[in-house]
């Protein structure tokens, strides 16, 4: 029979877990729902029990056992934020399911444990403006669950003789030599990573997913005519602290050859997937999951349908890595390739039916993310970086150049926003707030006739090529 496991989190919030056997049978396949009251997890258990150890009908996993989720009759009270929060990502009938899995998964870590208690009208400025510095004041997930492992004399080292530019093997063991050197430096240590906390940019992305819909939708009146629950929002007249703004990481000129060359030399099959990637600004999900028949050099372009993605399994309740039936936006589009590019990819198609994707990994399936950050871009953004090249460059970073390239060559900012397949314009109007050394020549040689000017007028000395 079902059985009930209280848990504690770190921040003292308590659950209950309700597990049982499918069927009830000693060997089946266990299931398992978290309930954030006992009397919930109670009776959740009991109807697990009278549905024959199953899965209780309505109950889809993820669910989290029989929540309520509002008032339920004429005279509740309000509900409080995360009732309500339940109930309004559940129904968002736009977003898809992983969209609303991780809607909910963000509350559940970041806003229920800080105000999900207090009822929807007693959430006001003060309380959002106290959530976001409690935000950014919070560990990542990275330093607050992924502690970093004492290193190994030999590792110690090799990341010393890195530090130091001393020669020495990517894997296996270091030589007696770097050792006796490490050791003779008086043993140093790598310094501990500051621990980190979340970004500005992390904080608003969360406030505009899981909690400025919520206050807008309770302002709207219900599926079957009920009244709105509120008249205001807190979120008018808030605003989320400032963040920090980063350039975007861009290739320019002799930087592209040089990344490119360091990929090639790192794993010439990946470069033609990064030359594809900067010359069609194509999302890495765009292009991993481009099968042979979205290749048509006959029109000189690429068929944008579907995505690699990283999607809800409803069946699990997991993310895995799946085929997405449409791109980000859920538009396609077309983006034009040159013939030369078209003649490498149709080599590299020979031998791949229309229905495989055109870049596959070893086995001949999808290309493996991780797999391919990690034992190649990596290695090759060393190598480039051992080159002469200074940025901190990413898949998406090539989605910029390629975008920043149309800029440069005046297309027309109706037509980058089509290749690009931005939704709104003003992402792609964001690339006009940054100059490249292509704009600089557009705007000095625009302005040249007021240095010509004066140069009748003042004594200007000549140019030695210094500022």
């Given amino acids: 029979m079902a059985r009930i496991v209280e848990r504690t989190a770190k921040n003292g919030a308590k659950s209950w877990l309700v597990k049982w056997r499918i069927g009830g049978g000693r060997h089946g396949r266990e299931d398992f729902e978290t309930c954030y009251t006992k009397e919930i997890a109670q009776t ?24 309520q989720t509002g008032p339920t009759g004429p005279d509740a009270g309000m509900p409080t934020f995360e009732q309500y929060a339940r109930t309004n990502y559940a129904i968002r009938t736009a977003a898809s399911p992983t969209q609303r899995y991780d809607y909910l998964a963000e509350a559940e870590r970041h806003i229920f444990p800080f105000f999900g208690h207090l009822p929807l009208n007693e959430v006001t400025r003060r309380v959002l403006r106290e959530w976001a510095e409690w935000m950014l004041a919070k560990p990542s997930a990275r330093n607050e669950h992924q502690p970093g492992k004492p290193l190994s004399p030999e590792r110690a080292a090799r990341r010393w003789a890195h530090a130091n530019g001393i020669m020495v093997k990517k894997t296996g063991r270091v030589s007696p030599e770097v050792l006796q050197r490490w050791r003779a430096a008086g043993s140093p240590l790598q310094q501990e990573r500051a621990a980190g906390t979340l970004s500005p940019g992390t904080v608003a992305k969360i406030y505009r997913g899981s909690i400025k819909p919520v206050f807008r939708a309770a302002m709207r009146e219900g599926e079957d005519g009920e009244p709105p629950l509120l008249f205001s929002t807190p979120c008018d ?84 890595w799946q085929l997405k039936p449409y791109p980000k936006g859920k538009k396609r589009r077309q983006v034009p390739i040159s013939t030369q590019l078209a003649a490498l990819l149709i080599q590299h198609a020979q031998g791949k039916k229309p229905d495989e994707p055109l870049f596959q990994g070893i086995r001949g399936c999808y290309i493996d993310y991780g797999n391919q950050r990690n034992t190649i871009l990596q290695p090759a953004l060393t190598l480039a970086r051992q080159r002469g090249l200074s ?77």
């Fill in 237 to 320: 007249g808030f605003h989320l602290p400032a963040a920090p703004v980063a350039a975007r990481a861009v290739l320019f000129g002799p930087e592209v050859e040089i990344y490119l060359r360091a990929v090639y030399d790192t794993d010439p099959a990946t470069a033609l997937f990064i030359v594809t990637e900067m010359a069609t600004g194509l999302r890495w999900g765009e292009l991993a999951g481009l099968h042979v028949s979205g290749l048509d050099p006959t029109a000189g372009v690429i068929q944008v349908v579907q995505a690699y993605a990283l999607l809800l399994n409803e069946k699990t309740g997991r993310k895995e």
């Fill in 44 to 67: 959740f258990a009991a109807l697990v029990g009278h549905n024959g150890e199953n899965r209780p009908e309505g109950y889809p996993k993820g669910c989290h056992g029989l929540q």
């Fill in 391 to 467: 940025k901190h460059i990413t898949p998406h970073a090539l989605r910029h150049t390629m975008i920043t390239m149309l800029r440069d060559g005046s297309v027309a900012p109706g037509v980058m926003q089509l290749v690009a397949g931005h939704e709104s314009y003003q992402t792609t109007a964001g690339y006009a707030g940054s100059e490249t050394p292509a704009q600089r020549s557009l705007i000095l040689n625009s302005v040249q006739p007021v240095v010509d000017a004066a140069e009748a007028v003042f004594d200007i000395p000549p140019d030695n090529g210094h500022l």
